[in-house]
C-alpha cells in the first residue's frame, strides 16, 4: 500500500498518500485491516467524513458517522488527544453559542504511521 521512495515521508506527501488510499481502498480491505490493528471503524469513519468535507463541524460530522454528539465527542477528543485531528473553536455564525471546527493534522496522521512503519520494519 504505501511503498518507500524517494521524499515520500515528508508528511504532507504520507498523509495525503494515506488518505488516498482510504478513498480508493474497499470498505472490505479496509475495515479487514483496521479490524486487525484494532482500529475503531467509528474513528476511521470520522477521519474519511473529515478528509472528504475539509474542516467540519461537530453536527455535520454527526450526521456523516451517525452517531450521537456525545459518542462523537469521545472518538473526537481520543483523535485529537493522537494528534490527528485539530480543533477551532468559533461563534456559531448565529451567535447562538460556541461551535467547534475539526479539520485533519496532516503531520500528526504523517508521523503516526511513519511510526507503525518504522516499528514493523524493525520486528
Same mark, same amino acid.
Given at each position: ?26 470498505v472490505?480491505?479496509?475495515?479487514? &485491516?483496521?479490524?486487525? #490493528?484494532?482500529?475503531?471503524? &467509528? ?35 481520543? #483523535? ?9 473553536? &468559533? ?18 496522521i ?5 511510526? #507503525? #512503519? ?6
Amino acid at each position: 500500500m504505501f511503498k518507500r521512495s524517494p521524499g515520500c515521508w515528508r508528511s504532507s506527501e504520507l498523509a495525503k498518500q494515506t488518505i488516498e488510499a482510504w478513498e480508493a481502498s474497499s470498505v472490505d480491505d479496509t475495515g479487514r &485491516a483496521f479490524t486487525a #490493528l484494532g482500529v475503531s471503524n &467509528a474513528r476511521v469513519e470520522i477521519l474519511r467524513a473529515i478528509s472528504r468535507r475539509g474542516e467540519s463541524p461537530t453536527s455535520a460530522l454527526m450526521e456523516d458517522v451517525g452517531l450521537s454528539r456525545n459518542g462523537l465527542s469521545r472518538h473526537l477528543e481520543v #483523535l485529537r488527544q493522537s494528534g490527528f485531528l485539530s480543533d477551532r473553536h &468559533a461563534t456559531h455564525p448565529r451567535g447562538s453559542g460556541p461551535i467547534t471546527y475539526w479539520s485533519l493534522d496532516s503531520d500528526g496522521i504523517s508521523d503516526a504511521i511513519e511510526a #507503525l #512503519l518504522t516499528y514493523i520494519s524493525t520486528l
